[in-house]
């Protein structure tokens, strides 16, 4: 299999991304996002429709604008002047098994672009995100609220709540992002170094755009334009027994602040109610994850006692919301150097989280419902 094109990460380009060119005959079949900078219009006669992403499923109510909306009617052949009728004949089929044909020989022949970092945007838009969707929108039947909070253009950091063992919280919020935000944002999240040393696992997160949790690459994702996402809790958060759900634990220090200070980026609050119950922690194995080297070895009601039954998630109800943005611009560089500002804007936000929590976990009628 041949290698993809790596492109440089200019912090100066713009975020859109040059799309791999394609033959005449794919054209039809795999299209890019609408935007602006496509050719003139068409003829009234000639045109299918806007233009859709290949491959995605899912979306919201018509009208909306979405990424999953748009790439839906191209997934079953539809367009808005057809209708899902049209679509959903051998016509539709034929146009989605075209479209995956040439995916798979963009693959194969190495006509795909990532970026420095590993992220490949055509292999997370097309199949990452298709697997993740059926988890976000059937098992966890997540609720996103606030999703205009984040800036439809340049860079923010979005911080956010850390819990359930395992880490589908950041996955299930980087789907929040990409198939609910009217810009099709993008969602990069930080990661622990334990993510990059675990195979498979290592290469699937750099292709959906996680990078390593430093000041330096933060930084350069969030000046380049990109929405970064960071989870200041860490192993603290998510590996924390079951009878301290949604109780942050400490921020660290408040380096993702000062990341945002220099970029001079908005940070996004991120309040997540849900994950906490998905694998009840109710014990820690110790000597066990020393010899396997995690921080933790969660011990739960079904797991390990059940086997490969137990590392099933409970299919609780999820609800994400983003809150209003924190403005970093107004501050003059030097003050990422400030302690005490440091300190006060760090416990802004994360008051803002912990406040958030309890108002969703009022609300919220039951823990799977």
């Known amino acids: 299999m041949a290698d993809a094109k790596v492109i440089p990460f200019d912090d100066d380009r713009s975020r859109a991304r040059r799309r791999p060119a394609r033959a005449d ?3 039809a079949a795999v299209r890019a996002l609408p935007g602006p900078q496509q050719g003139p219009e068409e003829p009234e006669e000639g045109r299918e429709g806007p233009d859709g992403l290949p491959g995605a499923v899912g979306g919201r109510e018509a009208g909306t604008g979405t990424r999953a909306e748009h790439g839906a009617e191209v997934a079953v052949g539809a367009s808005p002047e057809g209708g899902a009728e049209e679509g959903a004949g051998a016509g539709g089929w034929e146009r989605r098994l075209a479209g995956g044909l040439a995916f798979l020989r963009r693959r194969i022949t190495g006509d795909y672009e990532v970026d420095e970092f590993g992220y490949d945007e055509e292999l997370t838009d097309q199949v990452l995100m298709s697997l993740l969707r059926p988890l976000y929108e059937k098992y966890f039947r997540v609720e996103v609220k606030g999703v205009e909070n984040i800036p ?3 860079g923010a950091l979005i911080v ?4 359930g063992t395992v880490p589908l919280d950041g996955l299930m919020m980087q789907v929040a992002v990409h198939d609910h935000h009217p810009a099709g944002r993008h969602l990069r999240l930080l990661a622990a170094d334990l993510v990059f040393v675990l195979p498979i696992v290592n ?3 750099r292709k959906a755009g996680h990078t390593l949790a430093c000041a330096e690459d933060a930084e350069r994702l969030l000046r380049a334009g990109e929405i970064v996402g960071v989870m200041p809790e860490g192993f ?5 027994p079951f009878g301290e759900r949604y109780k942050l634990q400490r921020f660290g ?4 602040v000062s990341t945002a200070l220099r970029a001079g980026v908005p940070i996004v609050p991120c309040s997540i109610v849900g994950a906490e119950e998905i694998y009840p922690m109710i014990g820690n194995a110790r000597t066990l994850a020393r010899v396997l080297g995690f921080p933790y070895f969660p011990l739960t009601p079904t797991f390990p006692w059940l086997g490969p039954l137990g590392a099933l998630p409970l299919p609780t109800k999820w609800t994400i919301q983003f809150g209003e943005p924190i403005p970093t611009d107004s501050y003059a560089p030097e003050a ?3 302690p005490m500002l440091m300190f006060n804007l760090t416990d802004q936000v994360r008051e803002q989280i912990q406040h958030t929590l309890y108002k969703l976990l009022v609300q919220r009628r039951s823990v799977f419902f």
Do not use: M, P, V
């Open 152 to 154: 439809a253009e340049g």
């Open 253 to 256: 220090r408040g380096g993702f």
């Open 236 to 240: 603290k958060g998510i590996g924390k």
């Open 203 to 205: 290469e699937l997160a």
């Open 160 to 163: 956010a709540n850390h819990s």
């Open 25 to 27: 005959g794919e054209a």
């Open 336 to 338: 990422a150097e400030d």
